[in-house]
C-alpha cells in the first residue's frame, strides 16, 4: 500500500475554525509572518526608504544627538514593527524606533 504525500492532507485553522489543505495553511502562515512597519504619521515603511527624524534623539553610546529633521537614507527593516537598522555618518549600528521617524 503506497503513501499518500500528495499535499492534500487538511488540517484545523483555529483562526479561521475550518479545515483547510497544509498549502494554504503554509501560504497563510508565510503571509501572516510578515510585519509591517509604520512611521509616525501611519506611512508604510520598506527597506532604501529615506526617513527624517521628527524630533531631537542622543544616541546612547555615540555621545552625539540627532537632530529634528535629519535625513536619514536607505533604511533597512529588522523584522520588529518597531525597529528600524540605519547607517549615519559617525555612528555604527544605529537602530531607530519607527516613531520618530517620517517617510520623505
Known sequence: MADNDSGDDYVYDEA?????????????????????????????????DQVTLIKD?????????????TLIKSIRLTGDAQEIDCRYDGIKGLVLRAEFVKKR
Open 16 to 48: 479561521s475554525g475550518e479545515w483547510i489543505s497544509g498549502a494554504d495553511l503554509a501560504v497563510k502562515q508565510l503571509e501572516s509572518a510578515t510585519v509591517e512597519v509604520r512611521d509616525s504619521v501611519g506611512n508604510l515603511l520598506a527597506d532604501g
Open 57 to 69: 534623539l542622543t544616541v546612547k553610546g555615540a555621545g552625539q544627538t540627532l537632530k529634528r529633521g
